[in-house]
C-alpha cells in the first residue's frame, strides 16, 4: 500500500438497497445491513457489492494513508494505531489551545 491517492474530489456511496436509513430523535442517522439469511440478492449480485465494499474500503484506507503524517509508508494495521495515537495528539493540542485561549481572554 506504498500508493497514496490524491484527488479534489470524494465519492459518496448511496445505501445500497440491502441497507436500510433511520434518524434517530437526536439527528443522528443510522445505517443497517439486511442481515445475509434475510437477503434476496443472488450470489452474483452479492459479489459484485462485496467488490464495491472492497473497493471503498481500500479507497478510505489510501485518504486515511494521505491525511495521517507518516501513513504512506505504513501496514493497515500500523495505519490504524498510527491514527489513534495522532488524534490523541490532536486532541491534546485542541485542549492546549482552549486553555491558551482562556488565559489570554482574562488577561485582556
Known amino acids: 500500500m506504498e500508493k497514496t491517492l490524491a484527488?479534489?474530489?470524494?465519492?459518496?456511496?448511496?445505501?445500497?438497497?440491502?441497507?436500510?436509513?433511520?434518524?434517530?430523535?437526536?439527528g443522528f442517522t443510522r445505517r443497517t445491513r439486511q442481515r445475509?439469511?434475510?437477503?434476496?440478492?443472488?450470489?452474483?449480485?452479492?459479489?459484485?457489492?462485496?467488490d464495491d465494499d472492497e473497493e471503498a474500503v481500500e479507497e478510505k484506507i489510501e485518504t486515511l494513508q494521505t491525511?495521517?503524517?507518516?501513513g504512506t509508508a505504513l501496514e493497515v494495521d500500523e495505519l490504524f494505531e498510527e491514527t489513534a495515537s495522532y488524534i490523541l495528539a490532536l486532541q491534546?493540542?485542541?485542549k492546549a489551545i482552549k486553555v491558551l485561549t482562556a488565559f489570554l481572554e482574562r488577561c485582556d
Do not use: F, M, Y
Open 36 to 50: 445475509l439469511s434475510n437477503a434476496t440478492t443472488s450470489v452474483s449480485e452479492s459479489d459484485v457489492e462485496d
Open 7 to 26: 484527488t479534489s474530489h470524494t465519492k459518496r456511496s448511496s445505501p445500497s438497497p440491502s441497507t436500510t436509513v433511520t434518524t434517530r430523535p437526536d
Open 67 to 70: 491525511i495521517v503524517p507518516g
Open 92 to 94: 491534546c493540542q485542541i
